[in-house]
């Protein structure tokens, strides 16, 4: 029971993560036409972006956290590995990145 609701939590906050980073990436999009200091523009949102990705890793943290401590003490371990829910997270934002650049590539024709 314990194991679902982990992988549930990291599913929805892999998935509000990455609605946060497709507007992100759709508030840089749309800055970007309005100045000429893109490289400044883009640091701020690859920042902005770990920002996110860290506070949504802590998110998964505090929300598995009790469970997989409640786990360890019975002796069973099925709640998933940090580095399993740093990847699905960084999916995420990749694919939300990639998404809003294939998004708005098509937008632009």
């Not at 100045?35 to 943290?61: I, K, Q």
């Not at 580095?83 to 990639?98: D, K, N, P």
Request: proline content about 3%; hydrophobic content about 60%; some cysteine.
């Amino acid at each position: 029971m314990i194991a679902g609701s982990a992988w549930l939590s990291i599913a929805l906050v892999a998935a509000v993560l990455a609605v946060c980073v497709l507007l992100v990436m759709r508030l840089r999009r749309t800055i970007r036409g309005r100045t000429s200091m893109r490289l400044l523009l883009n640091t701020l949102a690859a920042v902005m972006v770990v920002m996110l990705l860290a506070a949504g890793f802590g998110a998964v943290e505090i929300l598995v956290g009790p469970g997989a401590t409640l786990q360890t003490f019975y002796g069973l371990s099925r709640v998933p590995a940090p580095q399993t829910e740093l990847l699905i997270l960084s999916g995420a934002c990749a694919a939300a990145a990639v998404g809003e650049l294939v998004l708005g590539k098509v937008i632009a024709r």
